[in-house]
Structures are given as structure tokens and as C-alpha cells.
């Protein structure tokens, strides 16, 4: 009887190991492509679906299957982490291309093949190339860009008899355009619209929407490497928040919790006349929005006569699999997807930017010289192991900024100890 129990106990585990197995590998034929959800080729996204037919018209034998991961791209890195721990990664992933370098130096993406990858070096802007090249290695498709900006409601800015915000403006004309947009509307002693309104809670979101306003006033920060946060241009930038909030009282007193989606449902209420976000949001609020065509976009403001600077955060494909099969597969729908018959369609539909060269001048047609302009001066966010825990010290001295009272720089100072403690 025993050995019966012993025998029965042993074909059960054996069928749930086989199980496991079949979870964790996808078949020869099938081309697993996992997705953040706000890729999903639905209708609303009707340029990817084309991409994904064209792809299936031409290998009928492969079985494309798509996954979606989570929203948060901080889920979405610690679910692609737990994926490649318990070894069941898709075979095509979809990540920030901020990430390449860690997920290369993790060995959870293939170097991309010839002459794909030759083809991605030559095509890319330029600016791209070190986020996703090391040596001679490629590892990443860039797929998508996306520049910060600040956005406005032309109908609150007509309605306050203002000029509409311009490529060039100065930092003074932009305090000056907030505080006549911050308004009493009812008379009832209550601000009904605030001039302006930024992501100001602690998340990465903030420190993204923070950093043009740094870089603007000269702060450094080094790929790949701790930078110091203890700089006087960093502590301006966070000084920016406070004196916007505090001193011009142009800026919600909660501005320090607000997320991204608080800023957003504030524009298109009229709660706030503008605010700071990414290019390919305003497509998305016109679609969603009661207001249509009362939104507009414009560089950041100019400071200390120098020209704006903006942040630039992307997302990009990469191939975890080493089959030969599979690797061919995924490099002809990669193909596809940077092509620029697909990279034009997706800017014309969706308003996401495209990541080619040539790309600019298609930009400046379907969505103005202002976000031409930005996409010509930008910076990418900082990637590497080490910018998450700096962003988040960064986000930290902000919040104490706001809510602690605390001085920019002797928040800073802390953050920079802090810094040191963790890197010892």
C-alpha cells in the first residue's frame, strides 16, 4: 500500500513538474510578446494591430501571442525580474529603454542580430544609441519617445486676455502668465483656477517632470553613475516647486501629492490652466476629453537666458530568447515596428514620437514647431542600476521641501548622505 502511495506521489509531482514546464516554455511555433497594457492593439491603437496582421499574414506558421504586464513601470520591472528569475520570460519584452543597460548587465536580453541591428544604429536618432549599445553590441529596439512639456488650456489663457505661450518665452513671462491665470472666478474668496500645477508626489513621474527644469538651470547627471544631488542647480530646481507653491501662489497648496493622473484630470476640469507632462498626452486628453481643441502645448520656459532643456523617456523592444527560430521571427516584427511607414502612423494616430531621424519634420507637421523643437533638445532620462534610488532621493528632498519646510540645499545635503550610506 505504501509503495503504491509512494508511486501515485510520484506521478503527481511528475505531472505538475511537466505542468510547469509547459507554463514556463512556449512552443517552437509560438512568438510570445509581452506588452505594458497601454499597448494594447485594440482599436484605440489600431496602428500596432496593423503591425501585429502584417506580421501574421507573413508567418503563418507562427503563433504570435501577446502579454500584457503591469501599468506602474516599477511592477512592470519587478515583474520582468520575477519572470527571468523563475525563468519563464517571454520571448519579446517591452521595457523603458532607460532600462537596457540593467537588463543586459542581468543577462535577461540577446544581443539584437545582423543586419537588424546594423539597421537599428543607422536609422535611431543619435542621441538614442548610448542607451542601447555597448561596444559593438546591440541590445534594443527603441520603439517610442516621449518629450516633457508644458501643456495649457488656450481657452483660460484667451478668456484672461493673455498672448498664448511661446517658443522662446522667459521664466519671468511664465510667472507672469500663471498669476493672471490664477483666478477667483465666483468671488468667493477661493481660488477656482490655479496658473499651474506639476506632479509633485513621491514618485519617479515627479522626479521625470523635475529634471527639464534642472538640466534647464545646469544640474549633471551621469549615465550609468551616482551623481551628486548635493548641487546648487538641484536645489534651484526644487526651490522652483516651493516658490511657485509658496511665494507667487500660482501652485495647489496639495502640489505635494499630487501624481501624474491628478494633474491631468486638473487640466481638463480647469482646475489648473497648465501644467507640465508628456508630448503624447495631449492626443490622449483630446480623445477622453469634453474640451477638445482647447489644448496646446509649448517648450518650458527659458531661464537665466538659457534655452529650455527637456527630458526625454522612451520605451523599447528587446529578444530574451536564443532560439534561432524564434530569433528571426522577433527581429522581423521588430523590423516592422521601426520601420518608418509604422513609426509615421502611430505619431499621425496616437501622437506617439517617432525614435528615427528622419523623424523630426513629421513631428513638426502633424504636431507643431513647439514639439519639434523640444524633440530636438532633449535629454534621456537617466538609466542604470543606480538612477531608480537616486530619482527616489530626489523625490524624498522634494517632499521635505514641501512638506518638512526644509531648505532645497540642506535637504539635498541629507539626501547626498543618504546616498553615501547606500553606495557604501
Excluded at 481638463?268 to 503624447?280: I, K
Excluded at 516592422?336 to 517617432?354: A, D, F, I, R
Aim: glycine share 6%; with cysteine.
Amino acid at each position: 500500500m505504501q509503495a503504491m502511495k509512494r508511486t501515485v506521489l510520484f506521478l503527481l509531482l511528475t505531472v505538475i513538474l511537466l505542468a510547469g514546464c509547459a507554463r514556463h516554455e512556449s512552443a517552437s511555433n509560438e512568438l510570445v510578446v509581452m506588452l505594458p497594457p497601454w499597448f494594447s492593439p485594440d482599436e484605440s491603437r489600431a496602428p500596432l494591430k496593423e503591425v501585429f496582421d502584417v506580421f501574421r499574414e507573413h508567418n503563418p506558421e507562427a503563433k504570435l501571442l501577446l502579454r500584457f504586464g503591469p501599468g506602474k513601470s516599477l511592477l512592470l520591472w519587478q515583474k520582468i525580474l520575477l519572470m527571468a528569475k523563475e525563468k519563464h520570460l517571454p520571448d519579446v519584452l517591452m521595457f523603458k529603454t532607460a532600462w537596457t543597460r540593467e537588463l543586459t548587465a542581468r543577462s535577461i536580453l540577446q544581443p539584437l542580430p545582423s543586419p537588424f541591428a546594423e539597421h537599428i544604429v543607422s536609422s535611431i536618432d543619435p542621441r538614442l544609441i548610448p542607451q542601447c549599445v555597448t561596444g559593438d553590441t546591440v541590445w534594443a529596439a527603441p520603439y517610442d519617445l516621449d518629450v516633457r512639456l508644458l501643456h495649457y488650456r488656450k481657452d483660460l489663457v484667451e478668456e484672461a486676455g493673455l498672448p498664448h505661450p511661446h517658443a522662446g518665452w522667459t521664466y519671468e513671462e511664465f510667472i507672469s502668465c500663471a498669476q493672471a491665470l490664477t483666478r477667483d472666478l465666483d468671488g468667493d474668496g477661493e481660488i477656482d483656477v490655479w496658473g499651474f500645477a506639476a506632479p509633485g508626489a513621491r514618485s519617479l513621474s515627479t522626479v521625470a517632470q523635475l529634471l527639464p527644469w534642472a538640466w534647464t538651470l545646469g544640474a549633471e547627471f551621469h549615465e550609468g553613475h551616482i551623481c551628486r544631488l548635493d548641487q546648487e542647480s538641484l536645489a534651484n530646481a526644487l526651490g522652483i516647486y516651493r516658490f511657485l507653491r509658496d511665494s507667487v501662489c500660482v501652485a495647489p497648496p496639495d502640489l505635494h501629492m499630487l501624481e501624474q493622473a491628478d494633474v491631468f484630470q486638473g487640466l481638463v476640469s480647469g482646475r489648473f490652466a497648465m501644467t507640465e507632462g508628456g508630448s503624447w498626452e495631449i492626443k490622449m486628453i483630446e480623445q477622453v476629453s469634453p474640451h477638445a481643441g482647447k489644448f496646446d502645448q509649448v517648450i518650458l520656459p527659458s531661464i537665466n537666458t538659457e534655452p529650455a532643456i527637456t527630458a526625454s523617456d522612451g520605451w523599447a523592444f528587446g529578444i530574451t530568447t536564443s532560439e534561432p527560430s524564434k530569433i528571426d521571427a522577433a527581429s522581423e516584427l521588430l523590423g516592422l515596428l521601426c520601420s518608418p511607414e509604422h513609426q509615421k502612423n502611430k505619431l499621425q494616430v496616437n501622437g506617439w514620437l517617432p525614435v528615427l531621424k528622419a523623424g523630426i519634420p513629421w513631428v513638426e507637421e502633424e504636431l507643431g514647431a513647439e514639439v519639434a523643437l523640444a524633440l530636438r533638445s532633449y535629454k534621456p532620462v537617466p538609466g542604470g542600476p543606480a538612477w531608480p534610488k537616486t530619482a527616489m532621493l530626489l523625490a524624498d528632498a522634494l517632499q521635505q521641501v514641501l512638506v518638512g519646510d526644509a531648505q532645497p540645499k540642506d535637504a539635498l545635503r541629507e539626501a547626498q548622505i543618504r546616498q553615501e550610506g547606500k553606495a557604501r
